[in-house]
């Protein structure tokens, strides 16, 4: 028997509407064994139809426990995708509109990401896109899409040419991360979505970069409160940045910290071969790197960021890229304005600011100290 350990959450204040993100620790189980994802979300569902959706990985682990309780009550159909981030993409979003309309389904379906940031980010998509707009819930199963990815209605595909490139901000009607879906993630996808967590320390908290120098080694181990506690600082201060910048004019941006670098690598290694965390622990490096040469991080500070990165088995070192071919790939970034890119960086360890204020010379310092 699975007994709930915790059960806690936050809102989600945006402009079209709020919605709760539930925290717990076994929905995926209770006393009876059957599953409790269902129960948690089944009032946040407005209409009769649901449509699941998740990947050829996710679904042996997840999936028939909430199909069947769901089943009980609304007509349930499922979309089992191919895993992995080479498939987000136009041909996977096809593929859900096409089982929307084979189902009949209508404006009263609610879809359900059951996944990972890939899965979220793609069902979201379908969601905001399917007749003009359709209602979706978030369930997400790794770390990285607990602590930001299914929070705050960026939705969207990868181009070719480019990482989320085609998209859409539309809110998920609730969030429900259940933190013992993480026993099964493997070890490597942990570390990615640590990442994302060391990224709102970097940018946001310098307090809460000295409790994860203490408690990485315990989220490392696995355990389910510590990674409670994270996840629940990392919504919130998501959550808060959100109910300020739904669409990203502003402060938002912040949240991109690392992630200019990190999609260069993406792009240029192949969409999978890098996972996102993992870039963006290596475009955060970079980024500190040119902070320092502005002056505004000491040494120090960098060695800092690059021992928790550690702490937590990311990289720190970007692979080898020519760097007229990043300075292309940065050039496609949505943050890039008039022409010219523009970077988060680090005013200091806690502080971040949007910027194009730097020398393009010390951005090829930085690019060149790492290229081919
Ligand atoms: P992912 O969705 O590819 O999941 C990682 C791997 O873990 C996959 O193989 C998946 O099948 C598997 N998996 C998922 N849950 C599992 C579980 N409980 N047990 C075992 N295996 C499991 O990757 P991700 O790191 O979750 O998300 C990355 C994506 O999120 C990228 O596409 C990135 O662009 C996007 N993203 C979006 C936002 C946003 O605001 N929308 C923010 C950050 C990242
Ligand atoms: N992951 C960045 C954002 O949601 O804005």
Redesign the pocket.
């Known amino acids: 028997m699975a007994v709930s350990l915790f059960l806690d959450g936050l809102t989600v204040h945006t402009q079209s509407h709020d919605y709760p993100i539930v925290i717990t620790e076994s929905a995926t189980e209770d006393a009876t064994g059957q599953s409790s994802m269902a129960q948690q979300i089944a009032p946040y569902i407005n209409g009769r139809q649901v449509l699941i959706v998740t990947?050829d990985?996710?679904a042996p682990?997840y999936l028939a426990s909430l199909e069947d309780e769901l089943a009980a009550h609304f007509t349930v159909k499922v979309c089992v995708l191919p895993?992995?981030?080479q498939y987000?993409n136009q041909a996977s979003i096809n593929h859900i509109y096409d089982v929307l309309m084979d189902e009949h389904f209508n404006r009263d379906v609610t879809l359900i990401a059951l996944?990972?940031?890939?899965?979220?980010?793609m069902t979201g998509f379908a969601a905001a896109s399917f007749m003009r707009g359709v209602n979706f819930i978030q369930i997400p199963?790794?770390l990285?899409?607990q602590v930001?990815?299914s929070v705050?209605g960026?939705?969207g595909i990868n181009h070719s040419q480019g990482?989320?490139m085609i998209g859409a901000f539309w809110q998920p009607q609730m969030v429900l991360a259940d933190m013992s879906?993480?026993k099964?993630?493997?070890a490597r996808?942990l570390s990615?979505?640590l990442a994302?967590v060391i990224k709102y320390a970097l940018i946001m908290d310098i307090a809460f970069l000295e409790w994860l120098e203490t408690n990485l080694p315990a989220m490392m181990a696995l355990d389910l409160a510590v990674l409670g506690e994270a996840v629940k600082r990392c919504c919130q201060y998501k959550a808060d940045i959100v109910a300020q910048d739904e669409r990203e004019s502003g402060v938002r941006a912040l949240l991109n910290f690392g992630h200019t670098f990190g999609h260069v690598i993406e792009t240029h290694e192949g969409y999978g071969n890098w996972?996102?965390?993992e870039a963006v622990a290596a475009g955060m490096v970079q980024a500190a790197e040119l902070s320092q040469k502005l002056g505004w991080l000491t040494i120090e500070d960098v060695a800092r960021v690059k021992r928790v990165l550690e702490l937590a088995s990311l990289p720190t070192c970007p692979p080898a890229i020519e760097v007229q071919t990043a300075l292309r790939l940065m050039g496609h970034d949505k943050k890039v304005k008039h022409g010219q890119i523009r970077l988060i960086l680090l005013k200091s360890l806690g502080e971040a600011v949007l910027t194009n204020d730097f020398d393009a010379e010390l951005l090829t310092d930085v690019l060149s100290q790492h290229s081919a």
Do not use: C, R, W, Y
């Not at 996944?115 to 980010?121: H, P, S, Y």
């Open positions: 990947n990985t996710v682990l895993d992995g981030e987000k996944g990972g940031g890939v899965i979220g980010d199963t790794t990285l899409s930001d990815s705050g960026k939705t990482k989320n879906t993480l099964t993630l493997p996808e990615a979505g994302e996972l996102h965390g």
